[in-house]
Protein backbone atom coordinates (compact mmCIF):
# COMPACT_ATOMS: atom_id res chain seq x y z
CA UNK A 1 0.00 0.00 0.00
CA UNK A 2 1.21 3.42 -0.90
CA UNK A 3 0.50 5.08 2.41
CA UNK A 4 2.35 8.25 1.39
CA UNK A 5 -0.04 8.97 -1.53
CA UNK A 6 -2.81 8.04 1.06
CA UNK A 7 -2.30 10.30 3.47
CA UNK A 8 -1.83 13.44 0.96
CA UNK A 9 -5.79 14.49 1.08
CA UNK A 10 -6.08 13.55 4.64
CA UNK A 11 -6.52 15.21 8.02
CA UNK A 12 -3.63 13.77 9.76
CA UNK A 13 -4.58 12.48 14.14
CA UNK A 14 -1.85 11.59 16.60
CA UNK A 15 -2.89 9.29 19.34
CA UNK A 16 -0.89 7.44 21.66
CA UNK A 17 0.55 4.22 20.43
CA UNK A 18 1.02 2.94 23.89
CA UNK A 19 0.74 4.09 27.65
CA UNK A 20 -1.82 5.27 29.89
CA UNK A 21 -3.55 7.32 27.41
CA UNK A 22 -4.06 4.88 24.46
CA UNK A 23 -7.14 2.71 25.86
CA UNK A 24 -9.15 5.99 26.59
CA UNK A 25 -8.22 7.20 23.81
CA UNK A 26 -9.75 4.21 21.34
CA UNK A 27 -13.09 4.38 23.45
CA UNK A 28 -13.06 8.02 22.59
CA UNK A 29 -12.53 7.40 19.19
CA UNK A 30 -15.16 4.51 19.16
CA UNK A 31 -17.69 6.83 20.59
CA UNK A 32 -17.09 9.57 18.28
CA UNK A 33 -17.63 7.02 15.32
CA UNK A 34 -14.46 7.54 14.00
CA UNK A 35 -13.55 3.98 12.61
CA UNK A 36 -10.58 3.01 10.97
CA UNK A 37 -8.25 -0.69 10.58
CA UNK A 38 -4.62 -0.76 11.91
CA UNK A 39 -2.82 -3.14 10.26
CA UNK A 40 -0.30 -4.73 12.89
CA UNK A 41 3.38 -3.25 13.32
CA UNK A 42 2.04 0.02 11.24
CA UNK A 43 2.14 3.15 13.15
CA UNK A 44 -0.51 4.96 10.94
CA UNK A 45 -4.15 3.67 10.13
CA UNK A 46 -6.53 5.30 7.45
CA UNK A 47 -10.37 5.95 8.48
CA UNK A 48 -12.55 4.41 6.68
CA UNK A 49 -15.76 7.11 6.99
CA UNK A 50 -13.88 9.67 7.21
CA UNK A 51 -10.90 11.39 5.00
CA UNK A 52 -8.94 10.84 8.22
CA UNK A 53 -5.16 9.22 9.41
CA UNK A 54 -4.46 8.04 12.73
CA UNK A 55 -0.39 8.44 13.30
CA UNK A 56 -0.28 6.61 16.16
CA UNK A 57 3.02 8.22 17.88
CA UNK A 58 4.67 8.27 21.35
CA UNK A 59 2.34 10.81 23.54
CA UNK A 60 5.98 12.87 24.41
CA UNK A 61 6.29 13.24 20.70
CA UNK A 62 2.66 14.17 19.62
CA UNK A 63 3.11 18.29 20.53
CA UNK A 64 6.04 18.19 18.30
CA UNK A 65 4.19 17.02 15.20
CA UNK A 66 1.36 19.04 15.71
CA UNK A 67 3.84 21.99 17.04
CA UNK A 68 5.73 22.08 13.78
CA UNK A 69 2.58 21.85 11.96
CA UNK A 70 2.93 18.17 9.92
CA UNK A 71 0.00 17.02 11.90
CA UNK A 72 -3.62 18.74 12.49
CA UNK A 73 -5.01 17.15 15.57
CA UNK A 74 -3.56 14.87 18.13
CA UNK A 75 -4.40 13.51 21.99
CA UNK A 76 -2.12 13.71 24.99
CA UNK A 77 -1.47 14.83 28.10
CA UNK A 78 -0.43 18.49 29.15
CA UNK A 79 2.12 17.49 30.60
CA UNK A 80 3.82 16.72 27.12
CA UNK A 81 2.69 19.69 26.03
CA UNK A 82 4.00 22.10 29.10
CA UNK A 83 7.28 19.97 28.22
CA UNK A 84 7.83 20.35 24.67
CA UNK A 85 7.97 24.03 25.35
CA UNK A 86 5.71 24.57 21.83
CA UNK A 87 3.64 27.56 21.41
CA UNK A 88 2.25 26.08 18.24
CA UNK A 89 -0.49 23.96 19.27
CA UNK A 90 -3.58 25.03 20.48
CA UNK A 91 -5.05 22.56 23.41
CA UNK A 92 -9.13 23.17 23.19
CA UNK A 93 -10.41 20.40 25.14
CA UNK A 94 -9.93 18.52 28.71
CA UNK A 95 -10.56 15.00 27.87
CA UNK A 96 -10.72 14.28 31.43
CA UNK A 97 -9.00 11.56 31.61
CA UNK A 98 -4.85 10.63 32.36
CA UNK A 99 -5.39 12.79 35.54
CA UNK A 100 -1.94 13.03 37.49
CA UNK A 101 0.38 14.90 38.99
CA UNK A 102 3.96 16.16 38.22
CA UNK A 103 5.80 15.76 41.16
CA UNK A 104 9.42 15.96 42.98
CA UNK A 105 10.03 12.99 44.84
CA UNK A 106 12.79 12.00 47.43
CA UNK A 107 13.41 8.87 49.58
CA UNK A 108 11.06 8.45 52.11
CA UNK A 109 13.75 8.26 54.97
CA UNK A 110 16.50 10.60 53.41
CA UNK A 111 17.26 14.07 54.77
CA UNK A 112 15.61 15.93 52.86
CA UNK A 113 12.20 17.60 53.24
CA UNK A 114 12.03 20.77 50.95
CA UNK A 115 13.01 20.96 47.09
CA UNK A 116 15.30 23.40 48.16
CA UNK A 117 17.50 21.11 49.63
CA UNK A 118 18.18 19.58 46.28
CA UNK A 119 19.79 22.51 44.21
CA UNK A 120 23.19 21.46 43.45
CA UNK A 121 21.67 17.98 43.36
CA UNK A 122 20.83 14.78 41.19
CA UNK A 123 17.57 14.97 39.64
CA UNK A 124 16.37 12.07 37.52
CA UNK A 125 13.45 12.65 35.33
CA UNK A 126 11.75 12.38 31.81
CA UNK A 127 10.63 16.00 32.03
CA UNK A 128 13.80 17.87 31.54
CA UNK A 129 12.26 21.03 30.37
CA UNK A 130 10.15 21.47 33.52
CA UNK A 131 12.44 19.88 35.89
CA UNK A 132 15.13 22.51 34.77
CA UNK A 133 12.53 25.61 34.75
CA UNK A 134 11.51 24.58 38.21
CA UNK A 135 15.05 24.37 39.47
CA UNK A 136 16.61 27.42 37.90
CA UNK A 137 13.82 29.51 39.91
CA UNK A 138 14.98 27.56 43.30
CA UNK A 139 18.96 28.16 41.84
CA UNK A 140 17.90 32.00 42.41
CA UNK A 141 16.29 31.72 45.19
CA UNK A 142 18.98 29.71 46.73
CA UNK A 143 21.22 32.09 46.12
CA UNK A 144 22.77 31.50 42.16
CA UNK A 145 24.74 28.42 40.76
CA UNK A 146 27.85 29.94 42.48
CA UNK A 147 26.97 28.74 46.36
CA UNK A 148 25.79 25.29 45.32
CA UNK A 149 26.34 24.43 41.75
CA UNK A 150 23.78 23.70 39.15
CA UNK A 151 21.22 21.27 39.58
CA UNK A 152 22.58 18.20 37.54
CA UNK A 153 19.10 16.97 35.60
CA UNK A 154 19.54 13.21 33.94
CA UNK A 155 16.64 12.18 31.32
CA UNK A 156 15.59 8.58 31.36
CA UNK A 157 12.42 7.26 29.33
CA UNK A 158 10.71 5.24 32.53
CA UNK A 159 11.31 3.64 35.30
CA UNK A 160 12.16 7.11 36.95
CA UNK A 161 11.33 5.79 40.52
CA UNK A 162 14.38 3.25 40.43
CA UNK A 163 16.93 6.33 40.07
CA UNK A 164 17.05 6.83 43.73
CA UNK A 165 17.69 3.28 45.09
CA UNK A 166 20.14 2.78 42.08
CA UNK A 167 22.60 5.85 43.52
CA UNK A 168 22.28 7.64 40.43
CA UNK A 169 19.53 10.29 42.13
CA UNK A 170 19.09 12.27 45.34
CA UNK A 171 15.58 13.10 44.03
CA UNK A 172 13.57 12.56 41.42
CA UNK A 173 10.28 14.27 39.14
CA UNK A 174 7.89 12.04 38.20
CA UNK A 175 4.36 11.35 37.35
CA UNK A 176 1.81 10.49 40.77
CA UNK A 177 -1.62 9.43 40.14
CA UNK A 178 -2.67 6.96 43.25
CA UNK A 179 0.59 7.11 44.04
CA UNK A 180 1.43 3.48 44.26
CA UNK A 181 4.73 3.59 42.81
CA UNK A 182 6.03 6.09 44.29
CA UNK A 183 5.43 4.55 47.95
CA UNK A 184 6.87 0.97 46.53
CA UNK A 185 9.67 2.67 46.08
CA UNK A 186 10.26 4.30 48.91
CA UNK A 187 9.68 7.94 47.90
CA UNK A 188 7.31 10.79 49.32
CA UNK A 189 6.12 13.96 47.09
CA UNK A 190 7.78 16.82 48.38
CA UNK A 191 6.57 19.53 45.59
CA UNK A 192 4.07 19.36 42.64
CA UNK A 193 5.12 21.13 39.28
CA UNK A 194 1.50 21.05 37.53
CA UNK A 195 -1.48 18.99 37.02
CA UNK A 196 -2.31 17.24 34.15
CA UNK A 197 -4.82 15.45 31.91
CA UNK A 198 -5.25 14.26 28.94
CA UNK A 199 -6.18 16.63 25.89
CA UNK A 200 -7.21 17.35 22.55
CA UNK A 201 -4.65 19.82 20.46
CA UNK A 202 -4.83 21.56 17.42
CA UNK A 203 -1.43 22.71 14.91
CA UNK A 204 -2.21 26.41 14.51
CA UNK A 205 -2.81 26.03 11.01
CA UNK A 206 -4.54 22.97 10.12
CA UNK A 207 -5.59 21.66 6.95
CA UNK A 208 -9.59 20.69 6.84
CA UNK A 209 -10.70 23.39 9.32
CA UNK A 210 -14.22 21.95 8.71
CA UNK A 211 -13.52 18.41 9.04
CA UNK A 212 -11.91 19.32 12.71
CA UNK A 213 -15.22 21.33 13.89
CA UNK A 214 -16.98 18.49 13.17
CA UNK A 215 -14.51 16.02 15.13
CA UNK A 216 -14.56 18.36 17.77
CA UNK A 217 -18.04 18.17 18.09
CA UNK A 218 -18.26 14.43 18.16
CA UNK A 219 -15.72 14.39 20.85
CA UNK A 220 -16.80 16.87 23.45
CA UNK A 221 -19.94 15.20 22.78
CA UNK A 222 -18.75 11.92 24.22
CA UNK A 223 -16.54 13.61 26.98
CA UNK A 224 -19.67 15.35 28.33
CA UNK A 225 -21.41 12.03 28.25
CA UNK A 226 -19.46 10.54 30.08
CA UNK A 227 -19.16 13.77 32.97
CA UNK A 228 -22.84 13.83 33.52
CA UNK A 229 -26.36 11.59 33.84
CA UNK A 230 -29.67 12.36 33.17
CA UNK A 231 -31.72 13.02 36.17
CA UNK A 232 -35.41 13.13 36.42
CA UNK A 233 -37.58 13.21 39.39
CA UNK A 234 -41.37 14.43 40.54
CA UNK A 235 -41.71 17.56 42.80
CA UNK A 236 -44.64 19.73 44.21
CA UNK A 237 -44.87 22.52 42.22
CA UNK A 238 -44.33 25.21 45.04
CA UNK A 239 -40.64 23.50 45.89
CA UNK A 240 -39.30 24.06 42.11
CA UNK A 241 -37.32 27.34 42.97
CA UNK A 242 -35.55 25.52 45.62
CA UNK A 243 -34.70 22.24 43.45
CA UNK A 244 -33.62 24.49 40.41
CA UNK A 245 -31.05 25.60 42.90
CA UNK A 246 -29.95 22.12 43.76
CA UNK A 247 -29.85 21.05 40.44
CA UNK A 248 -29.56 24.17 37.73
CA UNK A 249 -28.37 21.93 35.20
CA UNK A 250 -25.86 22.30 32.59
CA UNK A 251 -28.11 24.58 30.74
CA UNK A 252 -31.41 24.26 32.63
CA UNK A 253 -33.95 22.04 33.75
CA UNK A 254 -37.14 20.62 31.95
CA UNK A 255 -39.73 21.18 33.74
CA UNK A 256 -43.35 19.06 32.56
CA UNK A 257 -46.91 19.04 33.90
CA UNK A 258 -47.89 15.62 35.37
CA UNK A 259 -50.80 14.36 34.00
CA UNK A 260 -52.12 12.00 36.84
CA UNK A 261 -55.25 13.35 37.58
CA UNK A 262 -54.88 14.76 40.92
CA UNK A 263 -51.41 15.81 40.07
CA UNK A 264 -51.64 19.52 38.95
CA UNK A 265 -49.31 20.67 41.86
CA UNK A 266 -46.89 18.32 40.78
CA UNK A 267 -44.48 19.23 37.82
CA UNK A 268 -41.80 16.45 36.48
CA UNK A 269 -38.05 17.85 36.07
CA UNK A 270 -35.61 16.19 33.89
CA UNK A 271 -32.37 17.44 33.95
CA UNK A 272 -28.63 17.24 33.63
CA UNK A 273 -25.71 16.51 36.76
CA UNK A 274 -22.14 15.56 36.86
CA UNK A 275 -21.51 12.08 37.88
CA UNK A 276 -19.26 12.83 40.53
CA UNK A 277 -22.02 15.10 42.09
CA UNK A 278 -25.50 12.68 41.64
CA UNK A 279 -25.12 10.81 44.95
CA UNK A 280 -25.10 14.21 46.97
CA UNK A 281 -27.38 15.88 44.49
CA UNK A 282 -30.28 12.81 45.45
CA UNK A 283 -29.68 12.97 48.68
CA UNK A 284 -30.67 16.49 48.92
CA UNK A 285 -34.01 16.41 46.40
CA UNK A 286 -35.33 13.65 49.01
CA UNK A 287 -34.95 15.70 51.50
CA UNK A 288 -37.00 18.54 50.18
CA UNK A 289 -39.54 16.03 48.99
CA UNK A 290 -39.08 14.91 45.52
CA UNK A 291 -40.04 11.58 44.67
CA UNK A 292 -39.63 8.78 41.51
CA UNK A 293 -35.81 10.35 41.61
CA UNK A 294 -34.26 8.25 38.47
CA UNK A 295 -30.75 8.74 36.93
CA UNK A 296 -29.48 7.91 33.38
CA UNK A 297 -26.14 7.26 31.71
CA UNK A 298 -26.09 9.16 28.98
CA UNK A 299 -24.22 7.17 25.77
CA UNK A 300 -23.86 10.31 23.68
CA UNK A 301 -24.59 14.24 23.69
CA UNK A 302 -24.81 17.56 21.94
CA UNK A 303 -25.29 20.81 22.75
CA UNK A 304 -24.08 24.42 22.39
N1 LIG B 1 -0.18 6.94 36.28
C1 LIG B 1 -0.77 7.74 35.42
N2 LIG B 1 -2.06 8.08 35.58
C2 LIG B 1 -2.68 8.90 34.71
N3 LIG B 1 -2.07 9.42 33.64
C3 LIG B 1 -0.80 9.12 33.42
C4 LIG B 1 -0.09 8.26 34.29
N4 LIG B 1 1.17 8.11 33.83
C5 LIG B 1 1.21 8.86 32.71
N5 LIG B 1 0.05 9.48 32.46
C6 LIG B 1 -0.29 10.38 31.33
O1 LIG B 1 0.02 9.66 30.16
C7 LIG B 1 1.02 10.36 29.41
C8 LIG B 1 1.89 9.34 28.74
O2 LIG B 1 2.63 8.66 29.73
P1 LIG B 1 2.92 7.11 29.60
O3 LIG B 1 3.94 6.80 30.62
O4 LIG B 1 1.66 6.36 29.58
O5 LIG B 1 3.51 7.07 28.13
P2 LIG B 1 4.74 6.35 27.60
O6 LIG B 1 5.91 6.69 28.45
O7 LIG B 1 4.77 6.68 26.13
O8 LIG B 1 4.34 4.81 27.77
P3 LIG B 1 5.06 3.70 28.62
O9 LIG B 1 5.28 4.26 29.99
O10 LIG B 1 4.07 2.57 28.60
O11 LIG B 1 6.33 3.45 27.89
C9 LIG B 1 1.71 11.22 30.43
O12 LIG B 1 2.36 12.30 29.81
C10 LIG B 1 0.58 11.64 31.32
O13 LIG B 1 -0.14 12.70 30.72
O1 LIG C 1 0.81 6.91 41.04
P1 LIG C 1 0.64 5.71 40.21
O2 LIG C 1 -0.82 5.36 40.03
O3 LIG C 1 1.41 4.54 40.71
O4 LIG C 1 1.14 6.05 38.72
C1 LIG C 1 2.38 6.66 38.52
C2 LIG C 1 3.24 5.89 37.58
O5 LIG C 1 2.61 5.80 36.29
C3 LIG C 1 3.57 6.17 35.28
O6 LIG C 1 4.38 5.10 34.99
P2 LIG C 1 4.13 4.05 33.82
O7 LIG C 1 3.09 3.08 34.20
O8 LIG C 1 3.88 4.81 32.56
O9 LIG C 1 5.50 3.28 33.73
P3 LIG C 1 6.92 3.86 33.31
O10 LIG C 1 7.55 4.31 34.59
O11 LIG C 1 7.65 2.72 32.70
O12 LIG C 1 6.71 5.00 32.35
C4 LIG C 1 4.41 7.22 36.01
O13 LIG C 1 5.64 7.42 35.34
C5 LIG C 1 4.55 6.64 37.39
O14 LIG C 1 5.64 5.74 37.46
MG1 LIG D 1 5.41 5.92 31.32
Not at 23 to 48: M, N, T
Not at 146 to 170: H, M, N
Not at 180 to 187: I, N, V
Request: aromatic share 4%.
Amino acid sequence: MDLVNHLSDRLLFAVPKKGRLQQSCLDLLKGSDIQFHRHSRLDIALCINFPIALIFLPAADIPVFVGEGRVDLGITGHDQVRESRTTEVEQILDLGFGKCKLQVQVPEKGDIQDPKDLVGRNIVTSFVSLTREYFEKLEVEAGGEERRGATKIKYVGGSVEAACALGVADGIVDLVESGETMKAAGLKPIATLIETSAVLIKSKHPSHPELIDRICSRIRGVITAQKYVLCTYNIPRSMLTYVVQITPGKRAPTVTQLMDQGAEDWAAVSVMVEKSKIAMVMDQLEEVGATDILVMNLSNSRSS
